[in-house]
């Protein structure tokens, strides 16, 4: 044997076996490679499908609770007998049954758990339904006033599994029916996970692979739903599925192996899985020990001929292999190999290509429903946030940044939420969701980062862990300083105008009262022996002041020229009744007479100064009225009378009197701060001062908004 012929089955030696070896680590590291980013790929999957399904139950039962809110749901529960109304229930329940391909029936149940309308009427007032499901707990749970999703439960009535919706029907506050609708899991996977295998690859199940399939002993399914027998996914009862809540398992069937991601949820269970066959996994390099054998049959013809010639090419084709499949290994998933040509180096490459565009295009998939999802997230004009059970922010919306002062997500994300509102609200908030799961229009009161307070309302969800611990929040905050700001103002106008009606009342009660006519008519008895036109003067004034305590202006606003006149008449009145014993003395300015001040303003001061004075004061008694403007634009009163303050017990403090506070009240509903009132005594004189700002117009519109 020549050294040739030696050299040639050497190099043909070496060549197999490098290349047989190249190939059998090439396969070897694909392999692991594809069975490890298939692995990643399907628990980003399950993850993405249990989450979306979740959302999809959620929306379920929002739909849920609407209806129960219709008035036609409420008509039927408040008259069951009504078969008009019951008949147009059963059809309304059957039109939305047929428009949703998910919903199996859906059901109007008494607090007794008698069907009184269904989407199949043969269930009003059948027995065995009552019996079954009065011991479901989504069920009990809706008559104790909480909408629930249930688990996983085998349907009495259609022999299959189904996840029921129960939301409570309230009124007056109180639970009358519960409106219950059932999801056959069969459809729920049509609607939910059938759609994800064209975009994310692979079949996705929800099921309870421990749940009892036996019907009661004798049971007989009524014929009230048809339905096909429900086939239970072909996935063995692996240890994993119950100790785990997600992991991957590998399995096989009657199809060959396969491999599998699941994942369990909470509140309520469900299970997830999402498998794929390990032949479609392997499939880019199935072919790689038929293409090995071939390489071998060429190689050892081709080196016959030019053993040298091709040694070094084949060589760095398989260089560039390796370099490729460890790019695929740190996930460059975007470059090929050049295939051009139909040797065995080729064809691997080819086989490399295919695995790498597939695992590309997966990766692409999950990437675009990530950012769907990302972009209703930062779309939302609602606040939405994320955050620990300490209170940390994980994440949250720019429409969150905003309302806090931010400019981004990045700059609320690591802080505490407990600094922007009290604590004491926070540790409420846990407790409601500790309980509750679920809180609801939540109003707090939070500090934006430039100190501002705003008004908010909080609706947020509790996720807890498998020992019912919570240990992340998510909610939505929505700000309602402004609304809160106009119903307070309402009120507030509301309660000023109320006491005005009330002020104009106690100035009748205390002037159109027996006493007060019967010293007017023993005065007018007294003038008209004396003075025929003195009593008609007397009985003008009379009339007068009467007239003007009795009248009102529509907007609670007199000129002051106005309210000086009722003041008159009624120190005329009095004047009649005291003579020299009253002296009244009034300055006022007469570019003050044109201002609008609330009516009665000065009638119980007034008042108040003739009733005590003349009780604490040496006769003759004096009053002045005085007035000034003011350089910043306020109208300022003063009622001063000789004597002293004359105060009242109650409970054991004592305080001015009714109609003054009265008074102080109106001020501040009016004029909020803006005003200004101080009673003194000082000397033997008592005086009331007033002050009111000029812009009454302004504040008039504001109080009948």
């Not at 040639?8 to 594809?34: E, N």
């Not at 399995?251 to 309520?268: N, V, W």
């Not at 307070?453 to 309602?480: C, P, T, V, W």
């Amino acid at each position: 044997m020549n050294f040739r012929t030696r050299l040639l089955i050497v190099v043909a030696v070496m060549i197999v076996v490098s290349v047989f070896l190249s190939s059998a680590i090439t396969y070897v590291s694909a392999k692991r490679h594809l069975e490890s980013a298939a692995k990643r790929q399907m628990e980003q999957t399950v993850a993405l499908i249990a989450k979306q399904s979740q959302i999809g139950l959620e929306r379920f039962k929002m739909d849920m609770e609407l209806l129960a809110e219709s008035h036609l749901v409420r008509d039927v529960t408040r008259s069951p007998k009504n078969e008009t109304l019951v008949r147009e229930m059963n059809l309304h329940f059957l039109d939305i049954v047929r428009k949703n391909n998910v919903y199996t029936s859906i059901n109007l149940i008494d607090r007794d758990a008698w069907c009184i309308a269904s989407s199949y009427p043969d269930r009003i007032g059948y027995s065995p339904m009552r019996q079954m499901v009065a011991t479901r707990p989504d069920f009990k749970a809706a008559i104790a006033g909480q909408g629930t999703i249930s688990q996983v439960i085998l349907s009495h009535g259609t022999g299959r599994p189904i996840i029921a919706i129960s939301v409570p029907v309230r009124e007056d506050g109180r639970v009358m029916a519960v409106v219950r609708c059932t999801l056959d899991l069969d459809n729920i996977n049509d609607h939910f996970l059938t759609p994800q295998e064209t975009i994310l690859g692979g079949k996705a199940y929800v099921y309870d692979p421990w749940l009892d399939m036996n019907l009661p002993k004798g049971w007989v399914v009524p014929n009230v739903i048809r339905s096909k027998p429900y086939m239970r996914p072909d996935i063995p009862d692996l240890p994993e599925l119950a100790t785990s809540r997600s992991g991957i398992i590998n399995y096989s069937t009657r199809s060959g192996r396969r491999l599998a991601a699941f994942l369990k949820t909470s509140d309520p269970e469900f299970l997830f899985v999402v498998e794929r066959p390990l032949r479609d996994v392997l499939a880019p390099i199935e072919t790689m020990g038929k293409v090995t054998l071939a390489t071998l049959v060429v190689m050892l013809f081709v080196i016959t001929v030019a053993v040298f010639r091709m040694a070094n090419p084949l060589l760095r084709k398989l260089e560039g292999c390796m370099t490729f499949v460890r790019n695929i290994e740190t996930g460059i998933l975007d470059r090929r190999l050049e295939a051009k040509g139909t040797d065995e180096i080729t064809g691997l490459a080819r086989g490399l290509n295919t695995m790498a565009q597939s695992l590309e295009e997966s990766r692409n998939a999950l990437e675009e429903a990530e950012r769907l999802y990302r972009g209703l997230f930062e779309n939302a004009v609602e606040g939405i946030f994320v955050t620990d059970l300490e209170g940390t922010v994980l994440n949250a919306n720019p429409a969150f940044a905003s309302l806090l002062g931010y400019g981004s997500p990045a700059e609320v994300v690591g802080r505490n939420v407990s600094r922007y509102y009290s604590s004491t609200r926070r540790n409420r908030l846990l407790d409601t969701l500790d309980a509750r799961g679920t809180v609801k229009n939540f109003e707090v009161l939070f500090h934006r980062c430039d100190g501002s307070q705003r008004m908010g309302s909080i609706y947020a969800r509790a996720d807890k862990n498998e020992k019912g611990k919570i240990f992340r929040i998510q909610g939505i905050l929505d700000d309602i300083t402004e609304q809160r700001e106009i119903e307070k103002e309402r009120r507030r106008a509301e309660d000023a105008e109320l006491r005005s009606v009330q002020a104009k009342l106690e100035a009748l009660r205390y002037q159109i009262n027996p006493h007060f006519l019967f010293n007017v008519l023993n005065s007018l008895s007294a003038l008209a022996r004396i003075s025929s036109r003195q009593t008609d003067q007397l009985i003008q004034q009379l009339s007068r002041y009467l007239r003007s305590t009795i009248s009102s202006s529509e907007s609670g606003f007199v000129p002051l020229s106005q309210e000086m006149g009722t003041i008159e008449s009624y120190l005329n009145i009095e004047k009649v009744r005291f003579e020299d014993d009253l002296m009244v003395n009034i300055d006022l300015p007469s570019q003050a007479m044109d201002v609008r001040v609330p009516e009665l303003i000065l009638q119980p001061v007034v008042e108040n100064a003739v009733k005590y004075g003349t009780k604490t004061s040496d006769l003759p008694l004096k009053i002045t009225i005085e007035g000034s403007l003011t350089d910043d634009r306020l109208l300022l009163l003063k009622v001063t009378n000789t004597g002293h303050w004359v105060s009242t017990k109650d409970g054991g403090r004592t305080r001015k009197g009714v109609g003054i506070e009265n008074l102080r009240k109106r001020l501040s509903l009016i004029y909020a701060d803006q005003y200004l009132f101080r009673t003194e005594e000082d000397g033997g004189l008592v005086r009331v001062v007033l002050g009111v700002p000029l812009e009454t117009e302004i504040r008039q519109t504001r109080s009948q908004a």
